[in-house]
């Protein structure tokens, strides 16, 4: 998660600027992309990345943060009725692992 939560993150920080330096080849795919998903699993991963770094720490153990961490991650995975549809199917697919 981590790795695609920082690609996906900077590229929705440069989303809007990126339609004017693409290519026209490209600028097609472009505009099929859905903005309001990207920011959506951009928002669901942020707790992901939370989780990762708060479980990193070289200085001190962290073993007794791994279940409350390991709980708000579950419940970050709950469907709810707003979610985007890419982000139920995101959802969908983690709970069935």
Do not use: W
């Amino acid at each position: 998660f981590n790795g695609a939560f920082l690609t996906m993150n900077v590229f929705l920080t440069l989303f809007d600027d990126l339609a004017g330096v693409l290519d026209r080849t490209f600028l097609d795919d472009y505009m099929l992309i859905d903005k309001d998903l990207l920011e959506n699993v951009c928002s669901f991963l942020g707790p992901f990345e939370e989780v990762i770094n708060e479980l990193s720490c070289d200085k001190k153990p962290t073993i007794y943060k791994v279940l409350p961490l390991r709980q708000c991650l579950i419940n970050q995975c709950t469907i709810r009725q707003d979610d985007h549809d890419g982000i139920r199917q995101i959802k969908t697919f983690l709970s069935n692992t």
